[in-house]
């Protein structure tokens, strides 16, 4: 039971370049959400999906892409990476009906 | 604006030393609260859902209480392995399906 997968793990980008988070799970949820996580702080919340093909901004959405086009994945794009953007990223899923979150091990991103 | 706010940054307990951590929120009708835990370098794990005041939840040690602007997550006499940051988080009916986290609690428990 794989539940929330991310890859990659760890990344390093260099200012300027572009890169895709991925993030799966295999529970049929029909809510997904990233997150950054910077350190000491909470999780911020960049991006969340309702259902295969709708989207809507968070708190930070400034920076990054989505897209929603199965219900399994929900690909997070980092167009032009910039120092700002190095962070923790968590991708999380929910099941309708529940309140309970399931999170992906997180994707550790360093921008130089 | 949506708002959680937790308290103490960083608490310090001996094993069996029991002790409460606040949540308080700002939101603009509460859908939920929702305490997790998340270990270093590992994504948050689902703890409790708290819907209206008055309601508490327990598992194991830990019990979740829920007043009309805060939240307490009490620990009875925690065990070294209840170390671990406790995140707290809100959704409101107005605001999708958003869920707002606080910046967290990192509890240290001594043996």
């Known amino acids: 039971n794989a539940g929330v997968t991310q890859t990659p793990k760890f990344r390093i980008l260099k200012i300027g370049q572009s890169m895709t988070l991925q993030c799966a799970q295999d529970?049929?949820?029909?809510?997904m959400y990233w997150y950054r996580q910077d350190p000491g702080m909470g999780l911020k919340l960049i991006y969340y999906s309702v259902g295969a093909g709708i989207t809507d901004k968070g708190e930070v959405p400034n920076g990054y892409n989505v897209s929603r086009s199965t219900t399994e994945d929900f690909p997070l794009r980092l167009e032009l990476a910039a120092p700002s953007q190095t962070s923790v990223y968590f991708c999380?899923?929910?099941?309708?009906?529940?309140?309970?979150?399931?999170f992906g091990q997180g994707t550790r991103l360093t921008v130089v | 604006e949506d708002q959680v706010t937790q308290s103490p940054e960083a608490l310090r307990l001996q094993e069996g030393e029991s002790s409460s951590l606040n949540c308080s929120y700002t939101v603009s009708g509460l859908r939920g609260l929702f305490w997790y835990r998340q270990d270093p370098g590992k994504g948050p794990e689902f703890l409790f859902t708290l819907y209206s005041a008055g309601e508490e939840k327990e598992k194991e040690r830990l019990k979740a209480t829920l007043t009309k602007k805060e939240s307490f997550l009490h620990i009875t006499a925690p065990k070294p392995e209840d170390s671990a940051t406790y995140l707290c988080a809100v959704q409101a009916f107005t605001g999708g399906f958003k869920t707002i986290f606080g910046a967290g609690t990192r509890l240290f428990v001594k043996a």
């Open positions: 529970m049929n949820h029909n809510y």
């Open positions: 999380a899923s929910i099941a309708e009906g529940s309140t309970e979150a399931f």
